[in-house]
Each structure stands twice: as structure tokens, then as C-alpha cells.
């Protein structure tokens, strides 16, 4: 499936925008040209919503969350940017493990399990993308998703063709 990954970007942002009126959302994207990847739209809208979901229950003072898309020739970068308790050196290697939870006494009444970010991971890698962080404790966090663009053509039999290919290829 083709999905036009800026697309979902502003959908789940309008989302959390109307399910979180006390947070500020700052979305910055200033694209023009294909925003196109081969991925299932809901496994996008899937990752989106761990990142924001996450970004939202990490910040309890400072509640303003960026969203960005961006585009180089081959890659689509999202980035989810928080400014909230952030996470030390030492933890952040380990957040993407399963059931791994920074800080489990304290975290835990914010619920969750510790698997969200490794399914996310999981997800974008299964599609050859990535998904990194950067973080600073006290300071808050990003997350870049970076995903391969699909060039889109606009003759309908090429695209025809396209898509048998990418159903030939999905499993
Ligand atoms: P869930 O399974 O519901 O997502 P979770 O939030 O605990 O629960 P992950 O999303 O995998 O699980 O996150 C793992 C850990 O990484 C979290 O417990 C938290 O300590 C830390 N973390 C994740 N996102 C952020 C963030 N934006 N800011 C600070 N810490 C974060």
C-alpha cells in the first residue's frame, strides 16, 4: 500500500489537537513534492500515535509538542519533539527494548507496559526505515521516524503495474 506519509502526519496531529486542548501542537512542514511510502497507512497512524501518545504522558510541565515533516530526495523524516522530563544517557539506549520502562516505580501510574516504542521500532524497521531519539533529562525528547520515499508516477497504467508489484511484494 502507498500511503502519503505527510497526509497521516497532519491527520493524527488534528487528532491529538481536539483530544488534548491543554496541550500546545506546533506542526512544521513546509513540503512540496511526494511525501509517498510503501507502508500500511495504519501502521504509520499506529507509530504516530505511541510517539504523541508518549510525548503527552512525559510532559506534565512544559506542554508543547512539535511535529515535523520533512524530505530529502530518497527520505520522508518525521520528528515528534516533546519538552518534557526526558530521558538520562544511561536509559536511552534501552528504550526501545521490550517491557523496558525508565524508572518503573515513578512511571507507573502513568500506565503503559513498556512495549509501545518497541512495536513502533519494530514497525518502521520492518519497512526499512528507522526510528531514532535524542533526549536530554530535564529537557525533553525527539523522536525522528525516517521512511524511503516510493516515487509516485502519474500515468495510471504505470501505476497499475506499481501496485501489483507492491501487492506481489507485501506479505
Ligand atoms: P506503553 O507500552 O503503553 O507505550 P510505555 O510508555 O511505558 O508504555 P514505551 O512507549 O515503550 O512504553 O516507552 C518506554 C519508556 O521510555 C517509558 O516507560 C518512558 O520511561 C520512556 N519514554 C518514552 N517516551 C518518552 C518521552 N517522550 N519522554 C520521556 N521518556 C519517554
Redesign the pocket.
Same mark, same amino acid.
Given at each position: 500500500e502507498i500511503t502519503d506519509a505527510r497526509e497521516v502526519v497532519l491527520q493524527v496531529f488534528n487528532n491529538f489537537k481536539m483530544i488534548k486542548p491543554n496541550f500546545v501542537f506546533v506542526l512544521d512542514d513546509d513540503l512540496n513534492g511526494s511525501t509517498a511510502v510503501q507502508m500500511y497507512r495504519n501502521h504509520l497512524e499506529q507509530v504516530l500515535i =505511541?510517539l504523541l501518545? &508518549?510525548?503527552v504522558?512525559?510532559s506534565t510541565k512544559r506542554k508543547e509538542i512539535h511535529l515535523s515533516v520533512a524530505k530529502n530526495a530518497r527520505y520522508v523524516d518525521i520528528a515528534v519533539q /516533546?519538552f @518534557?522530563? @526526558? =530521558?538520562s544517557q544511561s536509559n536511552i539506549k534501552r528504550?526501545f527494548n521490550r517491557f523496558?520502562?525508565? /524508572?518503573k516505580a515513578r512511571?507507573r501510574d502513568k @500506565? @503503559? &507496559?513498556? #512495549?509501545? #516504542?518497541?512495536i513502533a521500532q519494530r514497525l518502521i524497521e520492518g519497512y526499512r526505515g528507522k526510528l531514532t531519539v535524542e533526549?536530554v533529562l530535564g529537557q525533553g525528547?525527539v523522536f525522528r521516524i525516517s521512511l524511503p520515499i516510493v516515487q509516485k508516477h502519474n500515468d495510471k497504467s504505470t501505476r497499475e503495474n506499481e501496485n501489483k508489484e507492491v501487492e506481489k511484494h507485501t506479505d
Open positions: =505511541i501518545d &508518549n510525548a504522558k512525559y /516533546d @518534557g522530563e @526526558g =530521558i528504550v523496558y520502562r525508565v /524508572d512511571s @500506565g @503503559g &507496559n513498556g #512495549l509501545g #516504542l518497541s533526549s525528547s
